[in-house]
């Protein structure tokens, strides 16, 4: 164990609970650490629950394209805890992580902290002393109560589309989520809201009246208006551009590339010339967000006869895009393998995908809480047509020996959670740079 994953082990003990949503905790730490959160350079904050990621991508993609010099931080990790903290766009290199993270600590002096907190102010250490033209940060799973609203003048507030997730933190009702979510808004902050359906829009627009900020909203500032084979055309305020499609593939990516793109025309402080917007949106790259997986380990061992595709969806929203996106798998034997962490809902993921598959795989997750494979299974039976094909097996490399026992071709989707997907992406031998 190298010494970051020591220092990461040593913080997980801090706090009886892996997430206990507050702010006073982590503002006691801050205050210690001379505040270097209201030191940081201008940031970009974006919350919701799906595409929050990809949105954030997008933007860095885009900034970069620009050669401005951009700090960013999201979760969770896939590999390697580094992947959280980007300095000027490059992962924090260990040595630095490590001097943080233990001054951090050092400062904390033992007092109960969430992970998540402590190592939130680990980046907001870094990002005050690097500096930068602008940082993107991603909450956790919150908003209101979220580590990373300790911000308090943010260029601009990004809501990407609110469902329901993490209800046993944010509410049971769709409503009581929003209101989380929409806690990253600021007074008189510039806000952009991605699609949401009517429930959202509302609670979102009525904290946007409170506040007295400027709304940017999907379907009236901005719209997306055609998706052809190679572009998109997009509406922003009475302008019209046409812009490629996205590297990220889906409906949905689109989507996530259309809020960026309104993110960074709404901000009057950072020009971006439209070449560079081009350039950003045309090469962007997330790990896990379908992904194809066309040259590692797992390709060699199944061949060319088996396409294989990551994403780590997980909600009811992220089944309705991958129905949209396996759709065109005609004419092919299609094979889930799924894993899920403990407190998703199994069922609600599969009721609209599930029966498009010819088999079901389920998997453990290392080192992460997760709900048995044999639960799962009973669920399945009991709650779908029960001739669907179901099987447990312990590891990624079991469940291809079956793949490849039952069939000669086929494309396989590997989705359920993001702790799974860079499981299998640290076996696959594939990099995060």
């Known amino acids: 164990m190298n010494k970051s994953n020591q220092i990461l082990r040593r913080l997980e003990l801090l706090h009886p609970k892996k997430i206990d949503l507050s702010l006073s905790r982590l503002k006691k730490l801050l205050k210690k650490l001379d505040n270097p959160h209201l030191k940081i350079s201008p940031t970009i904050h974006i919350a919701g629950t799906n595409g929050k990621g990809s949105v954030t991508s997008y933007l860095r993609s885009i900034y970069e394209a620009a050669n401005l010099k951009v700090h960013t931080y999201t979760s969770p990790h896939l590999i390697n805890f580094n992947e959280r903290i980007r300095i000027n766009s490059k992962l924090i290199e260990d040595q630095y992580l490590n001097s943080i993270l233990e001054e951090c600590e050092k400062r904390n002096k033992s007092e109960p902290i969430t992970f998540f907190e402590i190592t939130t102010a680990a980046a907001f250490l870094a990002f005050s002393r690097n500096k930068a033209d602008l940082v993107l940060m991603e909450t956790g799973l919150g908003g209101r109560f979220d580590a990373t609203n300790v911000i308090t003048n943010p260029l601009c507030c990004v809501l990407t589309p609110i469902s329901m997730d993490h209800m046993n933190f944010l509410g049971n009702k769709i409503e009581e989520i929003a209101f989380e979510k929409a806690g990253i808004i600021k007074k008189q902050s510039t806000v952009v809201l991605s699609k949401q359906n009517k429930v959202v829009r509302n609670i979102v627009k009525r904290g946007v009246l409170s506040k007295r900020c400027k709304l940017f909203e999907e379907g009236k500032a901005w719209a997306i208006k055609e998706i052809n084979k190679k572009s998109f055309a997009f509406k922003y305020l009475n302008s019209k551009y046409q812009y490629p499609l996205p590297f990220l593939k889906g409906k949905h990516q689109v989507e996530n590339a259309a809020t960026a793109i309104s993110t960074v025309k709404s901000i009057n402080q950072i020009k971006v010339n439209e070449s560079f917007i081009n350039y950003g949106i045309r090469n962007v790259f997330w790990p896990a967000r379908m992904q194809n997986l066309s040259d590692g ?17 997980h909600n009811e929203d992220a089944a309705n895009m991958i129905s949209s996106f396996i759709k065109d798998w005609r004419n092919q034997d299609k094979i889930m393998i799924l894993a899920m962490t403990s407190g998703k809902n199994p069922t609600t993921f599969l009721k609209k995908i599930i029966n498009q598959f010819k088999l079901v795989i389920l998997l453990p997750i290392e080192n992460h809480q997760y709900i048995q494979p044999y639960e799962i299974k009973e669920s399945i039976r009991t709650k779908f047509d029960n001739r669907i094909k179901v099987e447990c097996r312990l590891n990624i490399n079991e469940a291809i020996d079956l793949i490849l026992e039952r069939y000669s071709s086929g494309r ?4 359920g959670s993001l702790y799974l997907a860079g499981q299998i992406l640290k076996e696959d031998g594939f990099k995060i740079k």
């Open 297 to 313: 380990r797992l390709k060699k061992k199944l061949g060319d006869r088996f396409d294989i595709w990551l994403d780590g969806g």
């Open 412 to 415: 396989i989707l590997i989705c």
